[in-house]
């Protein structure tokens, strides 16, 4: 018997199809695009024969459905994920030099409050992370200078975007034989 689809059928079935498109980005763009307008073609053809909710628990979770378009495209090992690795490597940049910022910011308006005559200041910055930096307190108000990352924090940054993209599944695994061919 066919059902006719409401607007919160096939809102039911997009949000099904937008959870499986999120966890499908570390595919290829075209293979993506091309199994989530599959996905829907078919969730929408059965949600009309059988109802939505039929559809929709016959289909499964969208988790274990990227989990086997996943192992379909890369194998049933574990693999890596560049968008985790371009996450992290785009991010961590502007949250740790929001929070370098602020701490400097907060050094020169405890300069201007306590000192409020001119000077030339340094301060160590955050141990490990930032070179020291140089505060100028004069009539105009504080700025500073300095304060870059040090050579732990790219050591950080690179080490923390191979984890968390675990990008070392990239390298190729010892075969633990050699097959011989038949003669």
């Known amino acids: 018997m066919p059902h006719k689809l409401t607007p919160l059928d096939r809102i039911r079935i997009e949000r099904l199809v937008w959870t499986l498109d999120?966890?499908?980005?570390?595919l290829p763009r075209a293979s993506r695009i091309a199994k989530r307008r599959e996905v829907?073609?078919?969730l929408l053809e059965a949600a009309a024969d059988q109802g939505t909710r039929?559809?929709?628990?016959?289909?499964?979770s969208s988790g274990a459905l990227a989990r086997e378009y996943l192992g379909a495209e890369y194998g049933d090992r574990p693999h890596h994920s560049w968008v985790a690795a371009a996450y992290f490597?785009?991010?961590?940049?502007?949250?740790?030099?929001?929070v370098l910022s602020e701490a400097a910011n907060a050094y020169g308006n405890g300069l201007a409050a306590a000192h409020g005559t001119s000077g030339i200041f340094t301060w160590t910055g955050v141990s490990y992370l930032q070179s020291p930096l140089t505060f100028t307190v004069d009539a105009s108000g504080v700025s500073h200078s300095g304060g870059a990352w040090t050579p732990v924090v790219y050591v950080l940054w690179l080490a923390g975007t191979i984890a968390c993209g675990r990008l070392w599944r990239l390298l190729p695994r010892p075969t633990r034989g050699r097959q011989t061919a038949a003669v």
């Open 54 to 60: 039929e559809a929709l628990r016959r289909i499964g």
């Open 89 to 98: 490597a785009a991010l961590v940049p502007l949250l740790l030099n929001y």
């Open 40 to 42: 829907r073609a078919n």
């Open 22 to 26: 999120q966890r499908l980005y570390d």
